[in-house]
């Protein structure tokens, strides 16, 4: 689908991040590559945002690199969808345009109308966008992001606070995005949604890379004792 | 004559001393947004030495005395002075420096912090984004134009309201450098308390109207962009 | 965001109709003293003088002393004020051209009605201070070494007594001007020295009254001169010897002469005999 270059796979190397004194990651390894969606998953304060981030170019590791197929970033193709997406004061369409014109890509009507439509929003275009729902600003943010056109795609908890409907609808999204070639990198705690979405599972636990692996051998046969607890207390809860 | 009766049967030099204000204050209004709200911006969004310094510095210069900037302007623009050779001393141009440079750093310091808090709420969608630093400063800007509007509004209020530095580097002309404040100092100074009154309660409604203005636009502007 | 070039468009028309065409503009600035303009002569002899030369004349009023510092920085190019030892000085500094007797006013001491000094109708303004201070009533000073501050150190001198300098409770520096010493004294119930000019246009009178006058010390000359051009090359000479000449002229007497509120005159006109 694509000729330019990859930035994948993404390889982290004994990667430590700090905040303070609190130590976020710690040593982590891993490498993200192409392929079906990789799923982060672990309790709150495992470190999955700060991977995530890190992953984005938002965060300096303190110790440890992470690197990229291609070294020039500046054609980098990645975009973000954050747990609580930042609204732009302007409309929907507007909040469009300016992903468009950040990527350096041309503000085509069409192409703005063909993206809200993707998301479900064709009737909003002209709404402000801090006016729209959770779960409409959640596939605006959608929007915004495949308005880079990235090879690969950050989410970050994408519908941590929306109802089961809203739900569906940004998980079709993001199936039809991967589905479509783009690499999809997602950090979830909704098992349901790990095992709806996931090709691929990284679990972290307290700051450590636990187990990265299949996403049907990880819920059927995980390898250690905490990820095993994670799916049984998720589970009963 | 009463200010009232003054309003009534529009009088034009009132009308003529109410426009010189007008033009006067939002001309300086209008500069020092020009200046300070990039300024504020680019000290709210880099990190350099002395910063907490200059930010107190400039908070601090909020409560810049009125007659004290005056004082200063007075003798920047003398002829004695180093800018004398413009020979604008005595004229509309001086107070709108004079007010330029009161409200200067009110509109810097209020939008450094509007800017700042912004930024930490954006910073990670703009920086996800790739956007150059330019169109950071100005994509703050322009959502943060709501506050920065109120921000206007009190620099506005703070230049329309303030006597000292017009009465010195404007000298009170009649006709030619007389504005609303100066007019009210001088006809209480000359026991016209009645007149000083009306004329201060037709100050006070021209700032209240600009101000309904402003949130009008602001309330039309809310729900169509907000 | 398609707004934001015109309004700065907008803005800076309105900011550039301010500037005056200053190349050709006939307009010069005088310096001159609160109590002559609060009286209202500018606003009544300077339309004659525009309508005879197109000339406009933009008064800043200071306190004389001030308006004097206004002249040697070059920022005015006609000083007219009432202290005729600065003016003097003015002059023999080589800040002023030539010092032109204009008019006369008097100034007269103004009092509470009650007049707790008992010196009311009294014609001898030494007696009168001697026995402001004796009652230790109050008494406000302009204290803004205007032309009029002045005169009342000179009479407190001719007294022989110096509150200034002793700085006594009853005597108060308010460092403003006229209207602003009259309204004080109005609200303390105190004496001060004021132009006849100024009081009888002052509106506020309250419980105030004229305690003395009529004493040849309260005399009040004015005098106007050119800024000196040799000091301040930018100075209108011109135009400012043109209005100079006007002031002086039978004109220009006149129309001083025609200045009347309520009926009376406030200036008397003495270019040709004054000193």
């Given at each position: 689908m694509r000729d330019r270059p990859t930035s994948l796979p993404i390889r982290f190397d004994a990667v430590t991040y700090s905040a303070g004194t609190t130590?976020?990651?710690?040593e982590v390894s891993l490498s993200i590559g192409a392929g079906p969606p990789t799923v982060l998953m672990g309790p709150?304060?495992?470190g999955k945002t700060t991977l995530l981030k890190m992953a984005m170019g938002l965060l300096t590791p303190v110790s440890g690199r992470v690197d990229y197929a291609?070294?020039?970033?500046?054609?980098r193709r990645h975009a973000f969808v954050f747990q609580k997406p930042v609204m732009l004061r302007r409309t929907a369409a507007r909040n469009i345009a300016f992903a468009l014109k950040a990527a350096g890509r041309a503000n085509d009507p069409a192409v703005i109308a063909r993206l809200l439509e993707s998301v479900g929003l064709g009737a909003l275009?002209?709404?402000?966008?801090?006016?729209?729902?959770g779960g409409e600003q959640q596939r605006l943010a959608l929007a915004r992001a495949l308005a880079r056109d990235p090879e690969v795609l950050f989410l970050d908890?994408?519908?941590?606070?929306?109802?089961p409907a809203a739900t569906k609808g940004v998980e079709d999204i993001i199936a039809r995005t991967a589905q479509a070639g783009v690499k999809i990198v997602m950090a979830t705690h909704d098992l349901g949604q790990a095992r709806r979405l996931a090709g691929e599972i990284v679990f972290l636990a307290n700051g450590r890379l636990l187990e990265q692996m299949p996403a049907s051998t990880f819920f059927t046969?995980?390898?250690?004792t905490e990820a095993r607890r994670f799916l049984a207390g998720e589970l009963v809860i | 004559m009463s200010a009232l009766e003054l309003i009534v049967s529009g009088d034009a030099r009132l009308f003529a001393i109410v426009g010189l204000s007008l033009i006067v204050t939002l001309s300086a209004t209008f500069f020092a947004a020009v200046i300070g709200m990039p300024l504020g911006a680019l000290i709210a969004l880099t990190r350099f030495p002395g910063r907490n310094a200059l930010i107190v510095i400039l908070n601090g210069c909020m409560g810049l005395p009125p007659v004290v900037v005056g004082l200063g302007v007075f003798l920047l623009l003398?002829?004695?002075?180093?800018?004398?050779?413009?020979?604008?001393?005595?004229t509309p141009q001086a107070m709108i420096i004079a007010q330029a440079v009161l409200i200067g750093p009110i509109i810097a310091a209020l939008t450094r912090q509007v800017i700042e808090d912004l930024w930490a709420e954006y910073r990670d969608e703009l920086v996800a984004m790739d956007l150059s630093r330019t169109s950071r400063v100005a994509t703050l800007l322009w959502d943060a134009r709501f506050s920065l509007m109120t921000i206007l509004l009190a620099g506005f209020g703070r230049a329309a309201a303030e006597v000292g530095a017009v009465m010195i580097v404007?000298?009170?002309?009649?006709?030619?450098?007389?504005?609303m404040t100066t007019t009210i100092a001088l006809e209480t100074s000359k026991g016209n308390l009645a007149l000083a009154i009306g004329l201060g309660l037709v100050l006070i409604s021209i700032i209240l109207l600009i101000n309904a203005m402003a949130w009008a636009v602001r309330g039309w502007a809310e729900r169509h962009a907000g | 965001m398609r707004l934001r070039p015109i309004l700065i468009a907008a803005f800076l028309a309105i900011g550039t109709a301010?500037?005056?065409?200053?190349?050709?503009?006939k307009s010069i600035v005088v310096a001159s003293t609160t109590s002559t303009q609060d009286s209202g002569l500018f606003g009544f002899i300077l339309p004659k003088f525009k309508a005879k030369t197109g000339i406009d004349v933009k008064v800043i009023a200071q306190g004389t002393g001030q308006a004097l510092d206004t002249g040697r920085r070059g920022d005015a190019d006609v000083v007219f004020v009432h202290a005729k030892a600065q003016e003097e000085k003015f002059v023999a500094d080589g800040f002023g051209v030539k010092r032109y007797p204009v008019m006369y006013n008097d100034f007269v001491l103004i009092g509470p009605k009650a007049d707790p000094a008992g010196?009311?109708?009294?014609?001898?303004i030494v007696v009168g201070l001697k026995a402001i201070n004796d009652k230790a009533s109050p008494f406000v000073s302009?204290?803004?070494?205007?032309g009029t501050h002045s005169a009342e150190l000179n009479l407190w001198k001719a007294a022989s007594l110096d509150p200034a300098g002793t700085?006594?409770?009853?005597y108060r520096e308010i460092g403003q001007g006229m209207g602003a010493a009259l309204n004080t004294a109005g609200a303390m119930l105190g004496y001060v020295l004021s132009d006849r000019g100024t009081w009888i246009s002052f509106?506020?009178?309250?419980d105030l009254q004229i305690?003395?006058?009529?004493?040849?010390?309260?005399f009040n000359q004015y005098g106007i001169i050119l800024v000196n051009p040799t000091k301040h090359?930018?100075?209108k000479k011109e135009l400012g010897q043109a209005f100079i000449d006007w002031v002086v002229s039978g004109e220009g007497q006149q129309a001083i002469r025609d200045y009347k509120i309520d009926g009376q005159q406030l200036f008397f006109p003495n270019a040709g005999t004054g000193s």
């Open positions: 130590a976020i990651l710690r709150n304060g495992s291609d070294q020039k970033d500046q054609a275009a002209d709404r402000p966008a801090r006016r729209l729902s908890e994408p519908t941590a606070s929306l109802d046969n995980p390898a250690t | 003398s002829r004695s002075g180093p800018l004398g050779e413009l020979g604008i001393l005595f404007g000298g009170n002309i009649d006709g030619f450098t007389r504005v | 301010t500037l005056p065409a200053s190349a050709q503009d010196i009311k109708g009294g014609k001898d302009r204290g803004d070494k205007s700085k006594p409770g009853w509106k506020n009178k309250g305690a003395v006058e009529g004493d040849k010390r309260l090359a930018h100075v």
